[in-house]
């Protein structure tokens, strides 16, 4: 598992944190890259990251050269206290998924709308970010396991989710949508993949979403490797996130699949904690203040051309 570390760059004056509510969330894919730099008011830093055993250089973006924000209050909950005094905050996230959590022009620094937000997030709180790099199937193993505190990575919000873990306020709204090959008009409807392949991502929402509707899948590590295997033939459709889809034929001009399904029901993605964290409602706080000031709708409009956070 790669584990890149990254110094928080001021990226906005921070308001003071109120607590708010808790959320919910969960989902995810792999992609190709897209876009880069940070908004208006962040920059770029470099720090050193360890990928298996070997040291190499990686930058985010972030806000300012030292962690901002609150470093601590007497509202905050014993675990958040415990996190500020650590002054680090361990991030999961795909590293795959353009433009949600991507390196630029494949190799470059880790970036993307999820990066981004939760750097805001984290700059708001007083902390740096450690950010841990793995394949979806296993994003949430690893938070299981203690390798880091949370997960950006689109978390698709669902009730067996909500169960399972503790999710934040929704930071992306968005639809989700079938791809097919451009020459292949079978697929009108979702009902009309029963019976198709589709490649998805094992333990995602997406995938859920095929079986309900009677495709097979078959696994794949992300959206770019579910693409390549939809243009291969080798499968019939790919259900995504239709902003990685819009993003995606933006960024590649790609004229040999299409969006062929919108879905009707609306997504929500959260940011992702063990159960019993502790931690949500500082982070709610951090949420709602980026919300107020408007750097979420910066980071979107960055990403998306429009604001996507609600």
Not at 57 to 67: I, N
Not at 124 to 149: H, M, N, P
Not at 287 to 303: D, R
Request: overall charge negative; proline content about 2%; charged content about 20%.
């Amino acid at each position: 598992m790669q584990v890149r570390t990254f110094k928080i760059v001021s990226l906005v004056a921070a308001a003071a944190l109120a607590l708010a509510a808790c959320g919910s969330k969960t989902d995810s894919g792999a992609s190709t890259d897209a876009t880069s730099a940070a908004p208006d008011t962040a920059a770029s830093s470099s720090a050193q990251a360890t990928t298996d055993g070997a040291t190499v250089t990686g930058s985010a973006v972030t806000g300012s050269t030292e962690a901002g924000g609150s470093t601590g209050s007497t509202a905050d909950t014993p675990e958040l206290a415990a996190l500020k005094a650590g002054g680090v905050l361990r991030v999961g996230t795909e590293g795959t998924y353009s433009p949600f959590t991507f390196h630029q022009d494949g190799s470059g620094p880790l970036t993307g709308y999820d990066i981004d937000v939760i750097t805001a997030v984290a700059q708001e709180l007083g902390l740096k970010v450690e950010f841990s790099e793995t394949q979806w199937d296993s994003i949430f193993a690893g938070l299981d396991a203690g390798r880091y505190d949370v997960i950006a990575n689109q978390v698709t919000v669902n009730d067996e989710r909500k169960g399972l873990y503790d999710l934040s306020t929704p930071y992306t709204v968005s639809a989700g949508v079938v791809l097919t090959r451009s020459d292949d008009d079978s697929v009108k409807t979702l009902a009309d993949i029963a019976g198709k392949k589709s490649a998805q991502s094992t333990t995602s929402n997406w995938a859920k979403v095929a079986t309900d509707n009677g495709a097979t899948v078959s696994g794949v590590e992300g959206f770019a490797q579910a693409v390549q295997l939809l243009k291969q033939k080798r499968v019939d459709v790919t259900i995504n996130d239709s902003l990685a889809a819009l993003e995606y034929f933006k960024t590649t001009g790609d004229t040999d699949i299409k969006i062929a399904v919108t879905t009707d029901d609306k997504s929500e993605q959260a940011l992702a904690f063990k159960k019993n964290s502790g931690l949500v409602a500082g982070f709610d706080a951090a949420l709602a203040t980026l919300a107020a000031n408007g750097t979420l709708a910066t980071i979107s409009e960055k990403y998306f051309g429009e604001d996507v956070s609600k």
